[in-house]
């Protein structure tokens, strides 16, 4: 009985609850296609970009940013966060006056890298004092209308964080295998229709672009809120949806120049975050790693080697994770019998959550760019 439960009737009973709930996330309804109203005055906005050894994008990165078609005022501040790769100079070749470069100084104790980055990229940009605060990556190449689109959204239906997932890089074989699904569980874990209900407790944010609203910011205690999180976006976005509603979408118009041509290149990315989002728990760890099991492996070994009943079950839940993978292989362009693979999809994100717990074991937590992050303590906020 045991057996047919984990193997056929609770894998299908979960997937058919993430089909009908979940707020539909797997449909990929939030994106920023529609027609939005725009302000009859633009507000005034400095894009803030940490960058940290990025001299392979920066200068296609930032004259995306500097191509923006925005009829209010818009300045740029780079944080050139101790590159050894050129990176600020190419930065400064751009000769632009509306971009100013930053060198940026030594991380103090309690910070992550990133997040001290973007803080001292907001207090250059505090003398000018602008309506809106524009964080985006380094990697991140935008349409020109893209700010304009932002704004447009913030100012008509009063959001004080607006973000949008940037579309991922998805050429290479790696790309292929795994990209696609990362969209689908993150949406998954944070249900962008729940993230964008003010009534929703659910707060996420994609840190590749994120145009948040000053005088929000300010309130919810600037940066330095969250300075110790290792999952910045989703930490600012739970400090700002305390201020007022966000909303986060996928798009088309910011677009990830950072291409992951191994399997072992999106290992590091997932690895850096997988343990912290389970708040450094070894208890959290092995439910996860069980749950992972029990929704992704068990369905299949029940389809291929269960009898009767318990077959079919198992084959309902393989056939229904399959089908609700589909939006996302659609708005990347990939064969819908990608589907049917999902469940190995599912053991190497595992494998890659159970890495990350084993590097911060090791003192290398938050491993990104040669600095480990990790703090000793869950990365929780402080309310």
Known sequence: MIAAMVFGFLPLAIWLALLVARRGFWLLRERDTAPLAEPSVW??????????????????????????????????????????????????????PRLAVVSGEARPPGWTGKLWAMRQ???????????????????????????????????????????????????????????????????????????????????????????ARRGALEAAGGVDAIRHNIIDDCALARVMKKQGAIWLGLTDRAVSLRPYEKLSDIRRMVARSAYAQLGYS??????????????????????????????????????????????????????PLWGLVLPLIGTFYAAFTLDSALQHWAGKGGMWKGRAQAPAAPDRIKA
């Open 43 to 96: 507000p005034s906005v400095v894009a803030v970009v940490p960058a940290r050894n990025e001299a392979d994008v920066i200068q296609q990165s930032l004259s995306t940013l500097l191509a923006q078609d925005y009829p209010g005022e818009f300045r740029i501040v780079l944080v050139d966060d101790q590159s050894d790769d050129g990176t600020g100079d190419l930065a400064r070749a751009l000769n632009d």
């Open 121 to 211: 990229g907001v207090e250059k940009a505090q003398p000018a004092a602008p309506d809106f605060l524009w964080f985006t990556d380094a990697d991140i190449a935008h349409a020109p209308v893209n700010l304009r689109r932002l704004v447009a959204r913030a100012e008509s239906e009063g959001r004080v964080l607006v973000s949008l997932m940037a579309r991922l890089s998805c050429k290479t074989p790696a790309e292929h295998f795994l990209i696609p699904a990362f969209v689908f569980f993150f949406d998954m874990l944070y249900p962008f229709g729940a993230v964008n209900d003010p009534k929703s407790h659910v707060a996420a944010a994609a840190g590749g672009c994120m145009l």
């Open 282 to 335: 070894p208890l959290l760890l092995l439910g996860t790693l069980a749950g992972l099991f029990i929704v992704y492996i068990a369905p299949v070994l029940g389809a291929l080697f269960a009898m009767y009943y318990v077959q079919l079950a198992a084959y309902l839940a393989w056939t229904i994770m399959a089908l609700m993978f589909q939006p996302i292989l659609r708005f990347y362009r990939r064969s």
